[in-house]
């Protein structure tokens, strides 16, 4: 099993930038896919970025030049640094890690982006 707890969300205003951690309870070089999700009031959630444990990273379009997604294995952290934040992307920014099959999420941190 693997508890993830994020961090990181706040408000923040058009053109700005926020750091997220998510922080894993297992050695993360022990888990494959590793990524952010988010959900806005209304809205299905929806892939923003993901990073395997051998390097490989996968950014939905949206976000591609903008965010950056990254794992710390001595941390056992996931990070999504992202700039130039647009209101609609208002959420809750959720991690989610595939281990041994299994998807475990976080509870999520909101990223309020105000006009």
């Known amino acids: 099993q693997v508890e993830l707890v994020e961090s990181g969300g706040g408000l923040v205003q058009a053109g700005g930038s926020l750091r997220l951690s998510c922080a894993a309870s297992?050695?993360?070089?022990?888990?494959?896919?590793m990524g952010w999700y988010r959900q806005a009031p209304g809205k299905q959630r929806e892939l923003v970025a993901t990073?395997?444990?051998?390097?490989?990273?996968y950014y939905a379009d949206f976000v591609k030049g903008r965010f950056t997604i990254s794992r710390d294995n001595a941390k056992n952290t996931v990070y999504l640094q992202m700039n130039n934040l647009k209101p609609e992307e208002t959420a809750v920014y959720l991690c989610?890690?595939?281990?041994?099959?299994?998807?475990?999420w976080g509870k999520g941190t909101l990223v309020t982006v105000s006009s």
């Open positions: 989610n890690a595939d281990y041994r099959g299994t998807y475990y």
């Open positions: 297992r050695t993360i070089s022990l888990i494959n896919d």
């Open positions: 990073a395997t444990g051998g390097g490989n990273t």
